[in-house]
């Protein structure tokens, strides 16, 4: 069973950029959800994927979009960058239909300069 | 405004003895709560949860308390292990679609 990857493990970009950030999905897992870690802070809900389809949002603005797969792997893309988007970026999956549990990757560094 | 809070950032421990984490919350509607264990430039790691409609969840040298009334969680790590060091996450499952809820964390250090 594979856990849950993510690429690249840091990135550095300028601010008014685009970024793109993947991640792959545990075996099994139908459900994919994306968070910003910024320092000193605890993970913060950016959104979450179900079948494809958006179905849970945090409190972030438009320019943070993602997408999944029908292999249930992941985009997450920030239009615009800003330097206060510069954060840990972590990708969690689960089973719908199982228990609350999700499973981190090892995250995404972004840097915005 | 903080749902869930750990309000201590960080605790020293001597190895062998009891790690006690603590965490508060104020939603009464959270149903699940999990901690997660980070060390430096990995994610999160899945420790252990509880339900809210139980009190206590054991799991080897981990156990978690949970007191409804009191809105607060514990996690006790017993003994404690100098590996142990690690941030120390509380989450709490909120919303209809499972989501997480997480707090600031609290750095232990076990030192031996």
């Known amino acids: 069973e594979t856990g849950v990857t993510q690429s690249p493990t840091h990135l550095i970009k300028t601010r008014g950029q685009q970024v793109t950030l993947r991640c792959s999905s545990q075996?099994?897992?139908?459900?994919v959800s994306w968070y910003q870690q910024a320092l000193g802070q605890g993970p913060q809900f950016i959104f979450q994927?179900?079948?494809?389809?958006?179905?849970g949002r945090g409190n972030f603005p438009p320019r943070f979009s993602g997408l999944q797969f029908p292999n249930y792997s992941s985009e997450l893309n920030v239009n615009a960058l800003e330097l206060d988007d510069s954060a840990l970026y972590l990708c969690?999956?689960?089973?719908?239909?199982?228990?609350?549990?999700?499973?981190f990757g090892q995250g995404t560094r972004l840097t915005v300069v | 405004d903080q749902q869930v809070k750990q309000n201590s950032p960080s605790l020293s421990v001597q190895e062998g003895r009891i790690s006690i984490l603590n965490c508060d919350y104020t939603?009464?509607?959270?149903?699940?709560f999990l901690w997660y264990k980070k060390y430096p430039a990995e994610g999160p790691t899945f420790l252990i949860s509880?339900?809210?409609?139980?009190d206590k969840n054991e799991d080897g040298r981990f156990t978690v308390f949970l007191n409804k009334s009191a809105k607060h969680l514990s996690l006790h790590i017993v003994p404690s292990q100098p590996g142990d060091s690690a941030v120390y996450f509380c989450?709490?499952?909120?919303?209809?679609?499972?989501?997480?809820?997480f707090g600031k964390g609290t750095k232990l250090s076990v030192k031996p």
């Open positions: 989450a709490a499952k909120g919303g209809s679609q499972g989501n997480l809820i």
């Open positions: 075996s099994g897992h139908n459900t």
């Open positions: 994927y179900y079948r494809e389809e958006e179905n």
């Open positions: 969690a999956s689960r089973h719908k239909a199982g228990g609350a549990e999700a499973f």
């Open positions: 939603n009464s509607m959270f149903d699940y």
């Open positions: 509880i339900s809210s409609i139980k």
